[in-house]
């Protein structure tokens, strides 16, 4: 029956032939379920391959992330999937659990062998060296560091300027106790933070630089049990990301203390989930139109490969809700 138009197809799923194209060309306005409804009564009437077919002209796009567990990923992945198989491209995305030698590994993979037509790598792309050195690539969301040579297209955030906003935002409420609380991988925001201080005149005790050995809700909450325990605590919390600081704030409330009136908490790594229950103030690095960005200049790239590299630095917003209370009389 592979003679079966897609008109017939659209009268037996009960649907009109423009869903049926739709679905067929894997259009995010076919619900999933339409789609699976339709592909699967095609097969068995044995046409499906002859309307599911891949046009030419998709480009295959590789994604190098360093996790799939956290929010803020999680979320950009969404929308980049979104994006790019709207445009009527192809996704393929790993991830580097934070390995340099994983990432050269990957980027390599997919230069060489995978041969995607482009390439976004999140944080640092300096570490790596392609089969291919003409395959466009575009690091996102990595921190600028000044004299890096640039061997690829760049949206970065100044680690430095967003610890710098919060810290004097702290000061300016009346704080000038006030502790780190991060992760081995945050140590760049730790240096931030420190220089931060150091400019307000302010030098934090050893005992209010906390930097844990596990990640996410679980290093803030262990660490602020830490700080807690202290006989000469600070007054405000400077959190490496958000949900270090969702793990602080738990454990404040925990312990029978409160967020703002017993400590201030802040973070500088802001994802949506944050004004939920947390009610967190933080700076929010990246955002939908940032994600856009990056592929929006990647598949320039891929289009006119001679246009010269650029790094764009982006605008953090910064949402005030109610987890810092000032001290000023």
Do not use: W
Not at 196 to 203: D, E, F, V
Not at 244 to 273: E, L, N, T, W, Y
Not at 300 to 312: A, E, V
């Amino acid at each position: 029956m592979k003679n079966i138009t897609q008109q017939k197809l659209a009268d037996l799923a009960n649907v009109s032939v423009s869903t049926v194209s739709k679905a067929f060309a894997d259009s995010s306005e076919i619900s999933e379920k339409t789609k699976n409804r339709i592909f699967e009564l095609a097969k068995e009437l044995g046409c499906f391959s002859k309307y599911y077919n891949q046009t030419p002209d998709s480009k295959v796009i590789g994604i190098i992330a360093n996790e799939i567990k956290e929010n803020d990923y999680t979320e950009c992945l969404k929308h980049l999937d979104k994006r790019i198989r709207n445009d009527g491209n192809i996704m393929l995305v790993t991830y580097t659990n934070y390995s340099i030698q994983t990432k050269k590994y990957l980027a390599d993979y997919f230069s060489g062998f995978a041969k995607v037509d482009g390439l976004i790598v999140f944080s640092s792309a300096k570490e790596i060296n392609l089969s291919n050195p003409d395959l466009p690539v575009v690091e996102f969301g990595g921190s600028y560091e000044p004299g890096i040579r640039q061997n690829c297209d760049r949206i970065l955030s100044d680690s430095s300027t967003l610890a710098h906003d919060a810290v004097s935002y702290l000061v300016q409420k009346g704080h000038t106790e006030i502790a780190y609380i991060g992760e081995i991988l945050t140590k760049i925001k730790e240096t931030a933070f420190l220089k931060a201080m150091k400019s307000h005149g302010l030098t934090p005790p050893p005992e209010h630089l906390r930097t844990s050995r596990v990640r996410f809700e679980e290093a803030g909450y262990s660490e602020m049990a830490e700080i807690l325990s202290l006989q000469k605590r600070p007054t405000a919390i400077f959190c490496a990301y958000d949900t270090i600081a969702h793990g602080v704030i738990s454990c404040i409330k925990d312990r029978g203390f409160s967020v703002p009136d017993d400590f201030s908490v802040i973070s500088i790594d802001g994802i949506g989930s944050s004004a939920i229950g947390y009610n967190l103030t933080t700076y929010q690095k990246y955002d939908t139109p940032h994600y856009d960005m990056a592929y929006e200049l990647l598949m320039k790239k891929i289009d006119n490969p001679y246009l010269p590299k650029q790094t764009i630095m982006t605008s953090p917003q910064f949402i005030e809700r109610g987890s810092v209370i000032s001290l000023n009389l």
